[in-house]
């Protein structure tokens, strides 16, 4: 049976995949093409959950590829949350013609400039080539995700005491870095990550349709006199009562794959 990789490799790994992917979906992403600005997208997501683990490189070059990630993230974003919802609208009945003009996305480029672009992968290859530390400086898989989970739990906390859309899209977005941490990770630390990423993924994937169908609702309540929509609200509305019916669960999956986290360091495989 061969030796695990040591967390830092198993990172380094990661990233390394990570920045040719965006090297490649960002290209076709700044023409427009849908599914590249979601590949881009997440692969900026991935890449920033991983920072916290990069305790070998400057706390500030971190801090500035964070930033650029967050905002290429959110660049895209304009033109990805206008697709999803009108693919949502033209499967429940079609996008009203009072709404079309709202969800015309602008070309990608008039928003994001291809030079910051190229700048930002360029600098996250360099923060992945960056040499490790002869000491290791892995620890168990529980304190490297504890302080993602420590946010979850609180998120979700929040949002049981109050139930808002906003706060539940919190909780999504909370478990979404928690299962790209552990996705990174499981090459070091093997089942317990790979359980804990499949849950939070699970988590995430419910909370995205009731996000989907919260935003498509609150569109469709600016014409809500049009004929024909109240049905579509009341699918809509049924589509997020299903979800938070489902929470419980979901969450209870995450807490049990949390608590059999296991707490032994990562097998090194470089000595």
Avoid at 230 to 239: H, V
């Amino acid at each position: 049976m061969s030796e695990r990789p040591s967390v830092e490799q198993a990172v380094q790994a990661r990233l390394g995949v990570l920045v040719d992917t965006l090297r490649a979906s960002a290209r076709y992403a700044l023409l427009g093409d849908a599914d590249a600005v979601h590949d881009t997208r997440v692969a900026c997501r991935r890449s920033r959950a991983l920072l916290p683990v990069l305790v070998w490189v400057p706390e500030g070059d971190l801090d500035l590829v964070a930033g650029e990630l967050t905002w290429l993230r959110r660049a895209l974003g304009i033109s990805r949350d206008a697709e999803v919802i009108t693919r949502r609208l033209e499967a429940s009945g079609g996008v009203p013609d009072a709404l079309a003009a709202a969800l015309v996305n602008p070309p990608v480029r008039t928003h994001v400039d291809p030079a910051r672009v190229d700048l930002l992968v360029s600098e996250l290859a360099l923060i992945g080539a960056r040499p490790v530390p002869g000491l290791t400086v892995s620890d168990t898989l529980h304190d490297w995700v504890a302080p993602e989970q420590a946010a979850l739990v609180r998120r979700v906390q929040r949002a049981q005491a109050r139930p808002t859309d906003a706060a539940w899209h919190g909780v999504r977005r909370a478990a979404k870095r928690v299962r790209y941490l552990a996705e990174a990770l499981e090459p070091a630390y093997g089942k317990p990550a790979r359980r804990l990423a499949r849950r939070t993924g699970d988590l995430a994937e419910l909370l995205g349709e009731r996000q989907d169908a919260a935003v498509t609702r609150d569109l469709l309540l600016t014409v809500a006199d049009e004929p024909g929509i109240a049905a579509r609200l009341s699918a809509e509305s049924e589509a997020i009562a299903v979800v938070d019916e489902a929470f419980p669960e979901a969450w209870a999956r995450v807490e049990r794959a949390w608590a059999r986290v296991e707490t032994q360091p990562a097998e090194s495989s470089g000595g």
